[in-house]
Every structure is written in structure tokens, then in C-alpha cells.
Nanobody, 121 residues
Framework: QVQLVESGGGLVQPGGSLRLSCKAS????????MRWYRQAPGSQREWVAS???????YYADSVKGRFTVTRDRTNNTMYLQMNSLKPEDTAVYYC???????????????WGQGTQVTVSS
């Protein structure tokens, strides 16, 4: 009933920037907290950033000061602006969100399919 689709990944040189998007669609009444995660090859998925319903933001120490999470409520989209990218930022980036559907059913932990970010010269 609800789904998330990430986009914006790609290959970028160290020090470069990318902006990821996570668009929600489906039977949406409201969207609660939205989060970004990433998973590098051979590693566990790790939390990157969150944005709450009121718009408060939180970041992992590894990305603080370089990444910025925002959301466009009109378009049900969350963004992750990534600056000063490093090779260790290479990973598949996923978004996750909690929803209230039009049927007033709470749906938690909906994941997108991921988008690949590769930082390499």
C-alpha cells in the first residue's frame, strides 16, 4: 500500500557531492519519522541520518557536518545532500519510514530498494 523509491546515486570523486532522493507513494495519510541507512560490502547496514515529523534532524558521527537530511512534505520526499564525500561513504543507501495509511493503519519500517553510491577516483 505504501512504498519508498530512492534515486540519485552514482559514481563521484572524493570530495564531490551527491543528492539522494527518497519518494514515498501509495495510500498515504501521513508520514512519520524518515531515516537514511547505508550498507557497504561485507558490512552491516548502519544508520546515517533521521528527520522527525516536526523536522528535527539527527546524524551519525561519521557524516555529521557533511550530510544534510531534509524533507518536502508536499511531495512526500526526503533528501540526503552529501558533500565532501569520502571513499568510505561508498555503500548502498536505503531510506526507511513509518506511515499512517488512508485507512488509518500504521505501517512501520517500510524500506526502499536502495541506491548505489560509489566514491572513487
Amino acid at each position: 500500500q505504501v512504498q519508498l523509491v530512492e534515486s540519485g546515486g552514482g559514481l563521484v570523486q572524493p570530495g564531490g557531492s551527491l543528492r539522494l532522493s527518497c519518494k514515498a507513494s501509495g495510500s498515504i495519510f501521513s508520514i512519520y519519522n524518515m531515516r537514511w541507512y547505508r550498507q557497504a560490502p561485507g558490512s552491516q547496514r548502519e544508520w546515517v541520518a533521521s528527520i522527525t515529523t516536526p523536522g528535527d534532524t539527527y546524524y551519525a558521527d561519521s557524516v555529521k557536518g557533511r550530510f544534510t537530511v531534509t524533507r518536502d512534505r508536499t511531495n512526500n520526499t526526503m533528501y540526503l545532500q552529501m558533500n565532501s564525500l569520502k571513499p568510505e561513504d561508498t555503500a548502498v543507501y536505503y531510506c526507511k519510514a513509518d506511515f499512517m495509511t488512508l485507512s488509518r493503519v500504521r505501517v512501520s519500517d517500510v524500506w526502499g530498494q536502495g541506491t548505489q553510491v560509489t566514491v572513487s577516483s
